[in-house]
């Protein structure tokens, strides 16, 4: 099959297209034909050598892990699929490929109603989501969530979880054509960062009061300021640090302290217990349309280095995927 695989650690090193021995289903695995694969800031921080996994994963490793295509043959002991069925989920081989190996208890059934190139955005972005504002945050109906970074793929999604959990919504983006594109997500206000000030608008949202709860996308950014952002008892979940950025920052402790803040990281790789009940619960909305990805860009398996080009850049809306 064909892969794009990771050779030298650096995005200085391309992305090479290759072809690589099929995978096969193990024990509660299924084998999945991909069609469509999801591009993720994760992937490209491994890629990079900055993120802690990077050098703990042997060289050459195909690259990615979010994917969406038909079942071809299921494993020992794996019994709810069959061939043909079509699923969505993380590969535990590699997702920029033609075939991909789905722990059965963590592979979601794809509504007919959904495109493969959706079913690819939702094992990273939707799952974080959910782990940000149901699990870290615990949100309730009633509070305002601020997203930061409201158009990405992370981003859109939690606007439209946030809206179907009871909360008021903000978001900040960059653009006006971002800013649009979050009100038709679900959010109440917007913000755009670069021409207005942040922190002025939220008071002005929310009363004075702050936001219960961030989705924050860009901790190096944004973290400091954060933390005058939120509601007494409020909680800042840190979903990313920014896309392409690695650092540290000086983290502000009396404003943390004086609005008995929470600041709440998290990991998608710690999560892997939980996927078999989150995948349940997002069933139903995935079903109904309650919650639906948007593709901004679709590029072939060959230009999956082009495609991390373009998530560096911000310059889209929603998903990044790859065809396969």
């Given at each position: 099959?064909?892969?794009?695989?990771?050779?030298?650690l650096?995005?200085?090193n391309?992305?090479v297209v290759?072809?690589?021995?099929?995978?096969?289903a193990?024990p509660?695995?299924?084998?999945?034909?991909?069609?469509?694969?999801?591009?993720?800031?994760?992937?490209?921080?491994?890629?990079s050598g900055?993120?802690?996994?990077?050098?703990?994963?042997?060289?050459p490793?195909?690259?990615?892990s979010?994917?969406?295509?038909?079942?071809?043959?299921?494993g020992?002991?794996?019994?709810g699929?069959k061939a043909?069925d079509?699923?969505?989920g993380?590969?535990?081989?590699?997702?920029?490929?033609?075939?991909?190996?789905?722990p059965?208890?963590?592979?979601?059934?794809?509504?007919?109603?959904?495109?493969f190139?959706?079913g690819?955005?939702?094992?990273?972005?939707?799952v974080t989501?959910?782990?940000?504002?149901?699990i870290?945050?615990?949100?309730?109906?009633?509070?305002?969530?601020?997203v930061?970074?409201?158009?990405g793929?992370v981003?859109h999604?939690a606007i439209?979880?946030a809206?179907?959990?009871?909360?008021?919504?903000?978001a900040?983006?960059?653009?006006?054509e971002?800013?649009d594109?979050?009100?038709k997500?679900?959010?109440?206000?917007?913000?755009n960062?670069?021409?207005e000030d942040v922190?002025?608008?939220?008071?002005?949202?929310?009363?004075?009061?702050g936001?219960?709860?961030?989705?924050?996308?860009a901790?190096l950014?944004n973290?400091?300021a954060?933390l005058s952002l939120?509601?007494?008892?409020?909680?800042v979940?840190?979903?990313?640090?920014?896309?392409g950025?690695e650092g540290?920052?000086?983290?502000?402790?009396?404003?943390?302290?004086?609005r008995?803040?929470?600041?709440?990281?998290?990991?998608s790789?710690?999560l892997?217990?939980?996927?078999p009940?989150?995948i349940r619960?997002?069933?139903?909305?995935?079903?109904?349309g309650?919650?639906?990805p948007?593709i901004?860009?679709e590029l072939p398996?060959?230009?999956a280095?082009?495609a991390?080009?373009?998530?560096?850049s911000?310059k889209?809306?929603?998903?990044?995927?790859l065809?396969?």
């Amino acid at each position: 099959m064909k892969a794009a695989s990771v050779h030298e650690l650096g995005l200085e090193n391309p992305l090479v297209v290759e072809d690589v021995p099929d995978p096969q289903a193990g024990p509660g695995q299924v084998l999945v034909s991909v069609r469509a694969a999801g591009v993720n800031p994760l992937e490209i921080s491994i890629r990079s050598g900055e993120n802690p996994r990077s050098k703990g994963i042997p060289r050459p490793f195909i690259c990615g892990s979010d994917i969406a295509g038909e079942v071809e043959a299921v494993g020992e002991g794996v019994e709810g699929f069959k061939a043909g069925d079509r699923v969505w989920g993380r590969s535990v081989t590699g997702g920029y490929a033609e075939k991909g190996v789905l722990p059965a208890a963590a592979t979601g059934i794809l509504p007919e109603g959904m495109s493969f190139q959706e079913g690819a955005s939702l094992p990273i972005p939707l799952v974080t989501a959910w782990n940000a504002l149901v699990i870290k945050a615990e949100t309730g109906p009633g509070e305002t969530v601020l997203v930061q970074g409201g158009a990405g793929g992370v981003g859109h999604l939690a606007i439209q979880l946030a809206r179907r959990m009871g909360c008021r919504v903000l978001a900040t983006v960059s653009s006006g054509e971002k800013g649009d594109f979050c009100l038709k997500a679900g959010a109440d206000a917007v913000i755009n960062y670069r021409a207005e000030d942040v922190a002025a608008r939220v008071m002005e949202e929310t009363g004075g009061r702050g936001v219960e709860a961030i989705v924050e996308n860009a901790a190096l950014d944004n973290l400091a300021a954060d933390l005058s952002l939120v509601a007494v008892n409020g909680r800042v979940v840190i979903v990313g640090t920014g896309t392409g950025k690695e650092g540290e920052i000086i983290f502000p402790i009396r404003a943390a302290m004086g609005r008995d803040a929470r600041v709440i990281a998290l990991s998608s790789g710690h999560l892997t217990p939980h996927h078999p009940g989150i995948i349940r619960r997002l069933a139903p909305l995935l079903e109904g349309g309650a919650i639906r990805p948007h593709i901004g860009k679709e590029l072939p398996l060959e230009a999956a280095g082009e495609a991390h080009e373009l998530v560096l850049s911000g310059k889209f809306l929603g998903k990044v995927v790859l065809m396969v």
